[in-house]
């Protein structure tokens, strides 16, 4: 008896210092996988990756060691007392320098690297599993599955279940299921039509008050709006309309309504009609409305500044997912206006808010990426945003954001939260939404109380949602992976892309304009349409190579990517030169050479298709040339062109516009003059651009202009323009003129050529 005491207290001791020991072990296995992963974005930096870099340093925080120095220091941050901050003095570059022979070696070595960090996983795995241990066991298990797909030993562990072609929990299988019954509601949709009509006995109160003209099309649930000259792009926009109904019937496990839409729409082209709107109804808060918002709504009717046919198809097509949502709070009610927007069209076009305006500053680099609308730039940026260990915005701040005082990240995390929430139960964040607007109604902000009263109804942590968002970004697990089928920057990396690069700038320098970066982010989907054209060989007409079909092999998001992808499907870096010279012809891959507000480029090259993404880094120039200017240019510097250009080089487009003006199975068309801002959100000058043409005589040629609503790259741009002669330029010196309203005054630029 005298010794038990002692024999409990020495059990008691052994018990202490085992747990010890055993968290000193996993502490030190942390710090060898953290070296390894600092040793190769270290090495990425160096080589001139910098984007990749930072994920994988934030990959060393949030996965094995969240104060690790190296990390931190490679971050561009400093340490202040006992905070980490930003090295104002050592800004964190943004831009690859690195080429396609250094980028290789080093995807090499990232799949050698997450190879090794799984086998060292899976060495403890088993350790801790012959230690009784399941919960480490697993722990170890689930991280060998986030570095390599296939892993057998560890499925059979977690006793995962099928999941498509791959195996996974139960809640994945979940998130699979939904995720790729929306996609197939989307695909499905996109090529379904829809009867739209125009009326003339419709009245719209807020748009007479205004005494705006205006006329209105209605289909089988909506009503809308619009200028008199925009019939088929409002009709358009219905068609999207109705096609979103339906994908919210799949999106949505709530009945969604089947009659007539309880609103109409008004989306006119110029903000100055948007504002005279404004202004003859007197809305709440009319000043700020006017200087910083987009879309407003009055009585029964939502009125919103398109400025072009994809601001306006993004228009109908979020009123529709808010209206189906019903939810009220800002951040849902923006997040979910992205969500279904980015599902549908993987662009963003039209912000409740204008960020730009609302800091009342000049936007840097790093907020041109937030306000981008291309989906990819915002899933790299949720991706890293989901990579933080620290700084992000937690899911519970969500309910408390007001939309007039968005910051670029709450934006980022209130649509990527509710695109996770629309795979995982939707239900769920309709009781947040309701949780929040009484909360709201009560003056309560407290996350807290949120996170109690969400609890209680769903026997779930919000903390626990915003883990599984962070997994499901950063791809914690194969099926997650799965699900976003992205592919990773650094296998966006080709060979040879180092000298297409030299040989494009060299082309845009004879043109006068800045040369640009490469991005390997923005080469991701470069890969994927270039490995569709080399397997579909016979897919060589515009048409073709700027879409992708699903049946044979491509995808939906794939084919709105290639709409305004730069291909060349014979590339030859001998032939570079040539090649570009003839892009002259082709308007659309024009504004590639002669837009100088594209600051960066992905590219890929797979054997000889080279496919350009010269859309997801425009931005403001940094050269005193900013603004709009025309092809050709403006002064008259003897330059001469063919009079013609060949239908079959142009594609579809260009067969219909001929059709629709009595020139049906004409084989050519007149030498076609561009404009180019290089707005990705459209022309907002359609309402008063003009251009006219003169032939040698001084006779008028017949003309059409055309604005950036193609789907075709030869045809079309971003923020371009095209005045298409709709006959072969006569023979000799022809003149032309460019006019719109810029600000108060007329602009106008003018030029001449001579036509061979």
Same mark, same amino acid.
Request: charged residues 25%; neutral net charge; glycine residues 8%.
């Given at each position: 008896?005298?010794?038990?005491?002692?024999?409990?207290?020495?059990?008691?001791?052994?018990?202490?210092?085992?747990?010890?020991?055993?968290?000193?072990?996993?502490?030190?296995?942390?710090?060898?996988?953290?070296?390894?992963?600092?040793?190769?974005?270290?090495?990425?930096?160096?080589? !001139?990756?910098?984007?990749?870099?930072?994920?994988?340093?934030?990959?060393?925080?949030?996965?094995?060691?969240?104060?690790?120095?190296?990390?931190?220091?490679?971050?561009? =941050?400093?340490?202040?007392?006992?905070?980490?901050?930003?090295?104002?003095?050592?800004?964190?570059?943004?831009?690859?320098?690195?080429?396609?022979?250094?980028?290789?070696?080093?995807?090499?070595?990232?799949?050698?690297?997450?190879?090794?960090?799984?086998?060292?996983?899976?060495?403890?795995?088993?350790?801790?599993?012959?230690?009784?241990?399941?919960?480490?066991?697993?722990?170890?298990?689930?991280?060998?599955?986030?570095?390599?797909?296939? %892993?057998?030993?560890?499925?059979?562990?977690?006793?995962?279940?099928?999941?498509?072609?791959?195996? !996974?929990?139960?809640?994945?299988?979940?998130?699979? %299921?939904?995720?790729?019954?929306?996609?197939?509601?989307?695909?499905?949709?996109?090529?379904?039509?829809?009867?739209?009509? &125009?009326?003339?006995?419709v009245q719209c109160e807020p748009l007479d008050r205004a005494?705006?003209?205006?006329?209105?099309?209605?289909?089988?649930?909506?009503?809308?709006?619009?200028?008199?000259?925009?019939?088929?792009?409002?009709?358009?926009?219905?068609?999207?309309?109705?096609?979103?109904?339906?994908?919210?019937?799949?999106? +949505?496990?709530?009945?969604?309504?089947?009659?007539?839409?309880?609103?109409?729409?008004?989306?006119?082209?110029?903000?100055?009609?948007? &504002?005279?709107?404004?202004?003859?109804?007197?809305?709440?808060?009319?000043?700020?409305?006017?200087?910083?918002?987009?879309? *407003?709504?009055?009585?029964?009717?939502?009125?919103?500044?398109?400025?072009?046919?994809?601001?306006?198809?993004?228009?109908?097509v979020r009123n529709v997912a808010r209206g189906c949502a019903?939810?009220?709070?800002?951040?849902?009610?923006?997040?979910?206006?992205?969500?279904?927007?980015?599902?549908?069209?993987?662009?963003?076009?039209?912000?409740?808010?204008?960020?730009?305006?609302?800091?009342?500053?000049?936007?840097?680099?790093?907020?041109?990426?937030?306000?981008?609308?291309?989906?990819?730039?915002?899933?790299?940026?949720?991706?890293?945003?989901?990579?933080?260990?620290? $700084?992000?915005?937690?899911?519970?701040?969500?309910?408390? *954001?007001?939309?007039?005082?968005?910051?670029?990240?709450?934006?980022?995390?209130?649509?990527?939260? *509710?695109?996770?929430?629309?795979?995982?139960?939707?239900?769920?964040?309709?009781?947040?939404?309701?949780?929040?607007?009484?909360? &709201?109604?009560?003056?309560?902000?407290?996350?807290?109380? #949120?996170?109690?009263?969400?609890?209680?109804?769903?026997?779930?942590?919000?903390?626990?949602?915003?883990?599984?968002?962070?997994?499901?970004?950063?791809?914690?697990?194969?099926?997650?992976?799965?699900?976003?089928?992205?592919?990773?920057?650094?296998?966006?990396?080709?060979?040879?892309?180092?000298?297409?690069?030299?040989? =494009?700038?060299?082309?845009?320098?004879? +043109? $006068?304009?800045?040369?640009?970066?490469?991005?390997?982010?923005?080469?991701?989907?470069?890969?994927?349409?270039?490995? =569709?054209?080399?397997?579909?060989?016979?897919?060589?007409?515009?048409?073709?190579?700027?879409?992708?079909?699903?049946?044979?092999?491509?995808?939906?998001?794939?084919?709105? +990517?290639?709409?305004?992808?730069?291909?060349?499907?014979?590339?030859?870096?001998?032939?570079?030169?040539?090649?570009?010279?003839?892009?002259?012809?082709?308007?659309?891959?024009?504004?590639?050479?002669?837009?100088?507000?594209?600051?960066?480029?992905?590219?890929?090259?797979?054997?000889?298709?080279?496919?350009?993404?010269?859309?997801?880094?425009?931005?403001?120039?940094?050269?005193?040339?900013?603004?709009?200017?025309?092809?050709?240019?403006?002064?008259?510097?003897?330059?001469?062109?063919?009079?013609?250009?060949?239908?079959?080089?142009?594609?579809?487009?260009?067969?219909?516009?001929? @059709? @629709?003006?009595?020139?049906?199975?004409?084989?050519?068309?007149? #030498?076609?003059?561009?404009?180019? +801002?290089?707005?990705?959100?459209?022309?907002?000058?359609?309402?008063?651009?003009?251009?006219?043409?003169? $032939?040698?005589?001084?006779?008028?040629?017949?003309?059409?202009?055309?604005?950036?609503?193609?789907?075709?790259?030869?045809?079309?741009?971003?923020?371009?323009?095209?005045?298409?002669?709709?006959?072969?330029?006569?023979?000799?010196?022809?003149?032309?003129?460019?006019?719109?309203?810029?600000?108060?005054?007329?602009?106008?630029?003018?030029?001449?050529?001579?036509?061979?």
């Amino acid at each position: 008896m005298t010794h038990r005491p002692f024999v409990s207290s020495l059990v008691a001791f052994t018990l202490v210092a085992s747990a010890a020991a055993q968290a000193n072990e996993e502490a030190d296995f942390n710090q060898r996988q953290a070296k390894s992963l600092n040793a190769f974005a270290k090495k990425s930096f160096d080589k !001139g990756f910098p984007r990749i870099a930072k994920v994988v340093w934030l990959q060393v925080h949030k996965l094995y060691d969240p104060d690790n120095v190296e990390a931190w220091t490679g971050l561009g =941050y400093v340490k202040v007392g006992n905070s980490w901050n930003p090295d104002t003095n050592k800004p964190y570059p943004k831009t690859d320098t690195g080429n396609g022979a250094e980028g290789q070696p080093l995807q090499r070595a990232y799949e050698q690297l997450k190879k090794d960090l799984a086998g060292m996983h899976r060495l403890q795995a088993d350790k801790w599993g012959k230690a009784g241990r399941t919960d480490r066991a697993n722990h170890h298990w689930r991280m060998v599955l986030r570095w390599v797909d296939d %892993d057998e030993q560890a499925k059979k562990a977690l006793d995962y279940v099928e999941v498509g072609a791959l195996s !996974g929990t139960g809640l994945e299988k979940s998130l699979y %299921d939904r995720s790729k019954a929306i996609e197939k509601a989307v695909e499905e949709q996109s090529k379904t039509d829809y009867e739209v009509k &125009q009326v003339t006995d419709v009245q719209c109160e807020p748009l007479d008050r205004a005494q705006v003209k205006y006329i209105t099309v209605r289909s089988e649930h909506f009503t809308l709006h619009g200028d008199e000259d925009q019939l088929d792009s409002l009709c358009n926009g219905l068609r999207w309309a109705e096609r979103t109904l339906r994908v919210c019937k799949v999106a +949505f496990p709530w009945p969604v309504k089947d009659g007539a839409w309880p609103q109409d729409w008004a989306c006119f082209d110029a903000k100055e009609t948007f &504002q005279q709107i404004l202004k003859a109804n007197q809305v709440p808060d009319l000043e700020w409305r006017l200087e910083n918002t987009a879309s *407003c709504g009055i009585g029964r009717t939502n009125v919103a500044a398109t400025t072009g046919v994809q601001v306006l198809l993004d228009s109908c097509v979020r009123n529709v997912a808010r209206g189906c949502a019903g939810f009220a709070s800002d951040a849902y009610v923006e997040g979910i206006g992205h969500t279904l927007v980015g599902m549908i069209f993987n662009n963003n076009r039209l912000f409740s808010v204008d960020l730009k305006k609302q800091q009342g500053t000049t936007a840097s680099e790093e907020d041109r990426e937030f306000q981008s609308p291309d989906f990819d730039v915002w899933k790299n940026l949720s991706l890293e945003l989901a990579w933080r260990s620290t $700084g992000g915005i937690p899911a519970n701040r969500l309910p408390f *954001c007001e939309a007039s005082n968005f910051s670029n990240e709450e934006r980022i995390k209130a649509w990527s939260f *509710c695109d996770y929430m629309m795979r995982r139960d939707p239900e769920m964040l309709r009781t947040m939404d309701a949780i929040a607007v009484d909360m &709201q109604q009560k003056r309560q902000k407290q996350p807290a109380d #949120f996170d109690k009263q969400f609890e209680e109804q769903h026997k779930l942590p919000v903390a626990q949602l915003d883990k599984e968002w962070e997994d499901f970004w950063t791809g914690a697990s194969p099926v997650l992976k799965a699900i976003q089928n992205n592919t990773p920057p650094l296998a966006a990396i080709s060979k040879g892309v180092d000298k297409w690069l030299e040989a =494009y700038n060299a082309a845009r320098k004879t +043109f $006068g304009k800045t040369p640009v970066t490469w991005s390997a982010n923005f080469s991701s989907r470069c890969k994927e349409h270039a490995e =569709y054209l080399k397997k579909n060989k016979d897919l060589r007409d515009p048409a073709s190579m700027h879409t992708q079909s699903v049946d044979l092999g491509g995808s939906y998001v794939g084919s709105l +990517f290639a709409q305004m992808a730069l291909v060349i499907p014979d590339a030859s870096i001998g032939n570079a030169k040539k090649t570009f010279e003839k892009w002259v012809y082709l308007p659309g891959y024009r504004d590639a050479l002669v837009n100088n507000t594209i600051l960066s480029v992905g590219m890929y090259l797979e054997g000889d298709v080279l496919v350009i993404n010269a859309t997801s880094g425009i931005g403001q120039p940094k050269a005193a040339s900013a603004g709009a200017d025309c092809y050709p240019p403006r002064t008259d510097g003897g330059l001469t062109f063919e009079r013609e250009v060949a239908v079959a080089d142009l594609g579809s487009e260009v067969e219909a516009l001929l @059709k @629709k003006h009595g020139r049906e199975g004409q084989k050519t068309i007149g #030498f076609p003059l561009t404009i180019h +801002f290089g707005s990705t959100g459209g022309l907002g000058v359609r309402g008063s651009l003009n251009c006219s043409m003169r $032939g040698p005589k001084g006779d008028a040629i017949e003309g059409v202009l055309v604005f950036d609503d193609g789907t075709v790259r030869t045809t079309s741009a971003p923020g371009m323009a095209t005045f298409w002669p709709l006959d072969p330029l006569p023979k000799g010196k022809v003149q032309f003129a460019w006019s719109w309203m810029g600000g108060d005054a007329q602009q106008v630029l003018k030029g001449g050529f001579s036509a061979k």
